[in-house]
């Protein structure tokens, strides 16, 4: 009914009299399967189950490709010219909203697209589990402190930068402590 499947096959519970197959493990994806089985342990007429999970891990430094804008010659004046460079017809005159509605996204992103064009871009991939937005701004904020040390050298800006040193590592440590034990 919920397209799961019992793994254990074996008796596990045995007696003088009789042998029976009362314990279950229920599963809905052998692909994920590493192990299985029942071990005698000899102190009880119950026999121990077990099984183990195959563990998928991501691999690391894999890049992959984004889509994304480039803004490096976009200024909302080059955007406002361009759309009153762009031919829109009288909306009101159009029957059908979603006709309407089509034309001006198409002519919209016409002029986005030669003001901003797409590119595309390859990234580093980040699988790390641990790290999320926290910690990245927590770096930021770390990096900062230590551009404004290295300017100044003052006593206050070597201080706070220890803390944020600090801080970081902490983060780190508990992000990873609490994937841990999840």
Not at 4 to 29: A, F, G, K, V, Y
Not at 55 to 71: A, G, M, N, P, T
Not at 119 to 128: A, F, L, M, S
Request: proline residues 2%; contains cysteine.
């Amino acid at each position: 009914m919920f397209s799961l499947s019992q793994i254990i096959e074996s008796p596990t519970r045995i007696t003088s009299n009789s042998s029976s197959l009362i314990d279950h493990i229920l599963i809905n994806s052998f692909e994920k399967l590493a192990n299985s089985g029942v071990i005698d342990l000899a102190l009880s007429d119950h026999h121990l189950i077990f099984c183990t999970r195959k563990l998928v891990r991501q691999k690391f430094d894999i890049h992959k490709q984004i889509k994304c804008r480039s803004l490096k010659k976009y200024t909302p004046e080059k955007l406002v010219e361009e759309l009153k460079s762009s031919n829109f017809p009288n909306y009101e005159n159009y029957k059908d909203i979603n006709d309407a509605y089509s034309n001006f996204i198409s002519l919209f992103s016409a002029a986005i697209n030669k003001v901003a064009p797409l590119r595309e871009i390859r990234v580093k991939n980040r699988t790390h589990d641990w790290f999320d937005r926290d910690i990245s701004n927590a770096i930021e904020a770390r990096n900062e402190k230590l551009k404004t040390f290295k300017r100044t050298r003052e006593i206050l800006d070597e201080e706070s930068l220890k803390r944020s040193k600090a801080q970081v590592q902490n983060l780190i440590k508990n992000k990873k402590k609490s994937l841990h034990w999840k």
